[in-house]
C-alpha cells in the first residue's frame, strides 16, 4: 500500500528565509507525487505535481520540489518565504501510471509553517 | 474559490444522531471525492465517485453512507454518530475517474462537532 511521511510537523521560519518541507513516499512502483496547501479555513489547493521526467518541478506561487528516487523523497522548497505562505502543506502520493488499480490519493499527516516577521 | 461547493460549512449535533453533508463539484467534473479531517487521523479518504458510480472506497464506516446523483451533486450521510466523528469533512472533485492525475479541487469543508 502506498504510504507518505512527512516528519515535521510544525516549521517556523523568518520572512525571506528559504524553506524545506520534507516528504518521503512508499510505493511499489515510480509514483505520482503532489503537494496541496490548505490556508486556513480553506480547502486544499495543488501546488505542484511530479510525474514523470524532470524531477525538479516547478509550482505556483514560486514553489519547487524536486523528486529523489533513490530517497524516496519529494521535498518542497521556495527559496524565500513570505508572511502569506503561512499555511499547512500536504504532501500526497498517487498511483503511477502502470496501476490500473482504483486508489485515491494518499495524504501525508501535514506540516504547519509559521512564517515569523 | 476552487468552484466545489460543500454545505453547511459548520454544523453542530448530539451523539446517536445522523446528519448529511451535500457536495457540488465544479461545472463539468464527473469525480467526487469525500475525505475526513481530523487532528488525531490527518486527511482520510473515505469514498469516491464517479458520474453516480461508486468508484473507489477507502476507510469508510459502514454507519457512514454516501451517493451521487444524476445532476452529480453527492451526498455524505453520517448516522449514529460518535464523538469520534467530529472533524472537518472535505468533498473534491475532479474532471476523470481517477485521482492519480493529482487534478483535485477541494471545497472549503463542512465541520461537523458531535457533542
Known amino acids: 500500500a502506498q504510504s507518505v511521511t512527512q516528519p515535521d510537523i510544525h516549521i517556523t521560519v523568518s520572512e525571506g528565509a528559504s524553506l524545506e518541507l520534507r516528504c518521503n513516499y512508499s510505493?511499489?512502483?515510480?509514483?505520482?507525487l503532489f503537494w496541496y496547501v490548505q490556508s486556513p479555513g480553506q480547502g486544499l489547493q495543488l501546488l505542484l505535481k511530479?510525474?514523470?521526467?524532470?524531477?525538479l518541478v516547478q509550482g505556483i506561487k514560486g514553489f519547487e520540489a524536486e523528486f529523489k528516487r533513490s530517497q524516496s523523497s519529494f521535498n518542497l522548497r521556495k527559496p524565500s518565504v513570505h508572511w502569506s505562505d503561512a499555511a499547512e502543506y500536504f504532501c500526497?502520493?498517487?498511483?503511477?501510471?502502470?496501476?490500473?488499480?482504483?486508489?485515491?490519493?494518499?495524504f501525508g499527516s501535514g506540516t504547519r509553517l509559521q512564517v515569523q516577521p | 474559490d476552487s468552484g466545489v461547493t460543500q454545505t453547511p460549512k459548520h454544523l453542530i449535533t448530539a451523539t446517536g444522531q445522523r446528519v448529511t453533508l451535500r457536495c457540488s463539484p465544479r461545472?463539468?467534473?464527473?469525480?467526487v471525492y469525500w475525505y475526513q479531517q481530523s487532528l488525531d487521523q490527518g486527511l482520510q479518504f473515505l469514498i469516491q465517485?464517479?458520474?453516480?458510480?461508486?468508484?473507489a472506497k477507502g476507510n469508510i464506516l459502514e454507519r457512514f453512507s454516501a451517493q451521487q446523483f444524476p445532476d452529480l451533486h453527492s451526498e455524505l450521510n453520517l448516522s449514529s454518530l460518535e464523538l469520534g466523528d467530529s472533524a472537518l469533512y472535505f468533498c473534491?472533485?475532479?474532471?476523470?475517474?481517477?485521482?492519480?492525475?493529482?487534478?483535485?479541487?477541494f471545497g472549503e469543508g463542512s465541520r461537523l462537532t458531535v457533542l
Open positions: 500526497a502520493v498517487g498511483a503511477g501510471v502502470w496501476d490500473t488499480g482504483r486508489r485515491a490519493l494518499t
Open positions: 465517485y464517479y458520474n453516480g458510480e461508486e468508484r
Open positions: 473534491a472533485s475532479s474532471v476523470g475517474p481517477t485521482a492519480n492525475t493529482g487534478e483535485l479541487f
Open positions: 511530479y510525474f514523470s521526467g524532470d524531477t
Open positions: 461545472s463539468g467534473d464527473l469525480s
Open positions: 510505493y511499489g512502483a515510480t509514483p505520482y
